[in-house]
């Protein structure tokens, strides 16, 4: 069964850092475009960023300059890194392959003083 695997949510102090980190099977982290996207308490999911196998980048506009989406293509491992840290980034954030509909089960991200 393919499984995306996400790590490093956490609570941090407003103006932090987190990085983030999403597993998945070689067989589709090559070929795919993968998204990180968030959903706070009350709202609907939303995409925070997205990231092509030619690397090309992709961001909300609530988090450029803020955010940064990578990959490593030898771990078959995506990362958020996550500077300056406002708690309306407060949500459970989910890494996401479109063309297949898959989901990552959640880290939690809490930005708090």
């Known amino acids: 069964q393919v499984q995306l695997v996400e790590s490093g949510g956490g609570l941090v102090q407003p103006g932090g850092s987190l990085r983030l980190s999403c597993a998945a099977p070689?067989?589709?982290?090559?070929?795919?475009?993968m998204a990180w996207y968030r959903q706070a308490p009350g709202r609907q999911r939303e995409l925070v960023a997205s990231?092509?196998?030619?690397?090309?980048?992709n961001y909300a506009d609530s988090v450029k300059g803020r955010f940064t989406i990578s990959r490593d293509n030898a771990k078959n491992t995506m990362f958020l890194q996550m500077n300056s840290l406002k708690p309306e980034d407060t949500a459970a954030y989910y890494c996401?392959?479109?063309?297949?509909?898959?989901w990552g089960q959640g880290t939690q991200v809490t930005v708090s003083s």
């Open positions: 070689g067989s589709i982290f090559s070929i795919y475009t």
């Open positions: 996401y392959v479109q063309a297949i509909n898959l």
């Open positions: 990231i092509r196998s030619s690397g090309s980048t």
